[in-house]
């Protein structure tokens, strides 16, 4: 078992509740796929090659250059619950979590930097960062990427660009994306038209845990599709440029959804906090969706007392493995819903003071 | 308009909490069903006969000589929201105050007595109190009917008894009743079992506010049906042999349930909490099955730090009339269920301290 009690206290930077637009922009992401030369890829890899890619790959993490420091942890040799941590965390895929063979993950004590080995490719290279950061995650990918390269001969092809164990990811291999928070395009049901003109710029949306997973809380992940016959700027110029309007749009329909439903907005948002408060027992599910009115509550000023990092610490730390790391106990559905509960009441308890 | 300012604070007696089985039983009701002789029935009444009754029976409660002092107010010059106020507080019916010509009410500023003049009959003598003090109850509701019968002329036949608007009422002119407080039978869906058995020893089961109501926030009111063949004394005695094994029943099942899901129980009783502090709009329906649970938990000591008159205040105060009486204005449904709100919350608040 690796000591992974540090990540307990809320470390991650892109969980601050900062960074630009943070009202609507929860992170940022950039993620390069990345192959090493020599090597099949996993879908054809025998364990042997594996196994030597992941000591490959590793060694020279260890070794490279890096200003960012990381450590390494062997997913294989981890147990279910630390991997499930890792990918409410973010740092890992749920595919690589529950993936079998040698891989491994190494990633900075701020948790902005990720570096995923035999994940679908042998690396996958992922910066994350608070609010609308995405030029800053990508120049931070690719210094990552840059320092890599000096001991990793990459699978390339100049026709090409990189290789990929998926053709969706060959040229660039890159994925950028942010985690928007867009509860009243989702009240209004405004939220369809959004992914209807996203998708006609070849944009994809994905739910709170990336590809193959269902929106919850009104957290909704875009990312650019096109990988290919771009340059790595002009993705990350081209979703730069269209969040901000995604964005405009969901502060417009808050303000109108206050001034037409003002009672009922308002009573919507106190009521999931109240419940939040009170609750004994309470499923992540539930958390999710109440968590999301109350962030937005917050940042239309209607709830105070209680900060961004609060909500996003109580998003994260209040999801299975979390909860069990915190009682250092392995935990029945039930029984984690118990426990949720009060860690819930417990936290904003200590921000807003004790209630009756 | 008349002044009932004096009713804005709690005073009924049966408000209280108090008396006997209060965990249960909230009230005890005995009324007596009056006709002044050699006046029709006022399903065959003419206005004028209507009137004559009124002015009779309204001069006869001034000039008799009862121990308990009771102001009369005329229902007919009264405002609608005055007269769905005394129904709130359970000293009118809703068809008394609802109907049209001369009536009246007189009734006690404790509201243990309450004497409406022609509503189904021309006089209906009615005792309230808290918990299971039926036996109290008719005391003072006989007491003032042998103080009424010194000035009144009643209809009154030695074959049948006293003779009443309706053949259901007809001999003794009794019903008396027990407003249960029955959350745990209805929970676990025991309460069928309790309304087949209570119908075969021929009492009624009826809702918050008597005939041809709904039973809400679990709230239920049995009484006799039988007012012929059998003395007051025996009817009474029925009722008083029957509830205590409802209460026995509902105190069982209370224990069951918190002893094989206490956390499910818990937790709905907490939510019920949380949702009553930090609503910003209720309806008056939500609002009674909320208190119910609430009720429920601070008999249970699940609660603490609130009392049961405080509950009933709730249950009273929060009514449409009693809202817009302490509020001094006319009120749309929407801004009704505002203002119930943040009475509920600043109610709450006194006895519990603020919340966040």
Redesign the interface.
Known sequence: MIELSHLQVLSGEWLSGGGAEADVVVSSRARLARNVAGFPFLTRASEEKRAAVEELVRASIKDSSLRTRVNYHDLAAMEHVERQFLVERHLISRDHAFAQGPRGVAFAPDERISIMVNEEDHLRIQSLRAGLELREAFELANEIDDALEERIDYAYSSQFGYLTACPTNLGTGMRVSVMLHLPALVITREIEKVFQAVNKINLAVRGLYGEGTQASGDFYQISNQVTLGKTEVEIVDNLVSVIPQIVKYERKVRQTLLQAKR??L??KI??A???L?????ITSEETLELLSLVRLGVHLTVIE?ISTSTINELLVLSQPAHLQKVESAKLSS?ERD?VR?RYIRER?SK???P??
Not at 277 to 281: K, L, Q
């Open positions: 009672v009922v308002e009573d106190w009521r906090l109240g419940v408060r009170f609750a004994r027992t007392g039930h118990v509960a904003l921000d807003m003071g209630v009756g």
